[in-house]
């Protein structure tokens, strides 16, 4: 099983609201990612988790905020977000450790700012 | 650092024809490549992976890629293409910084396929 879930499938939100996103691994994985992704471009890294640990931050505002509560779970918490945020956000997993790592990207969250 | 070129971000070929999608590498040691596909409004999901083992790799739904370190490249390959493989393509390579238990993606432009009836 190679699954990469994520919540909400979509989110439309105001500039001045509190939003959550949700992803879920139950690969034992530990190595969790998030991505931004805009229309006709490649995804873009954000923020590592490797054992439950922030490993990169891709100098991203603070509007965006991550959290992984455990092993299994990450998300992103919006809030102040600009209309220029809106695009689709991707998780992925990966085994970590040494050696080949491959990710595992989830359906992604497809988010509108209003 | 790593790099992947695609060259050709649009390409189109006909129902039952051959697939090709390029993709060039820079890398300053061995390294990892992958492509993923990409549906409308979706994830991205794992075709195949180069790992080492065989320079030919045979991934899902009848695509494989060959890897060619005299030409550092990673061509993406399908002998017959079929309606539901239009997607937008993605060729990546995996780099792990010294003492990190993770790997770090860059990935190309990616290639759109479409496939006419």
């Known amino acids: 099983d190679t699954e990469v879930t994520q919540t909400p499938k979509h989110l439309v939100m105001g500039m001045t609201n509190k939003k959550s996103l949700k992803c879920e691994q139950h690969?034992?994985?530990?190595?969790m990612y998030w991505y931004k992704q805009k229309a006709k471009k490649p995804p873009e890294l954000m923020f590592v988790y490797s054992y439950e640990k922030l490993s990169i931050n891709e100098s991203v505002p603070s509007r965006f905020s991550p959290e992984c509560p455990n092993s299994s779970l990450l998300n992103l918490h919006l809030h102040a977000l600009q209309p220029e945020d809106s695009a689709l956000y991707l998780c992925?997993?990966?085994?970590?450790?040494?050696?080949?790592?491959?990710?595992?990207f989830g359906p992604g969250t497809r988010l509108t700012v209003l | 650092a790593q790099s992947v070129t695609q060259l050709g971000s649009h390409v189109s070929v006909s129902e039952g024809a051959l697939v090709l999608l390029r993709c060039n590498y820079s890398s300053s040691v061995p390294p990892y490549l992958f492509w993923y596909v990409q549906y409308p409004n979706q994830g991205l999901q794992l075709l195949l992976k180069?790992?080492?083992?065989?320079?030919l790799v045979k991934g899902i739904n009848g695509f494989e890629a060959e890897f060619k370190k005299s030409e550092t490249s990673f061509h993406l390959t399908k002998p017959s293409a079929h309606m539901s493989d239009a997607a937008e393509y993605f060729c990546a390579v995996s780099e792990r910084a010294g003492g990190t238990s993770y790997g770090k993606l860059t990935f190309g432009q990616g290639t759109i396929l479409t496939v006419h009836p």
């Open positions: 180069y790992t080492s083992a065989a320079t």
């Open positions: 690969m034992g994985h530990r190595a």
């Open positions: 992925a997993s990966s085994r970590g450790g040494q050696g080949l790592d491959t990710q595992y």
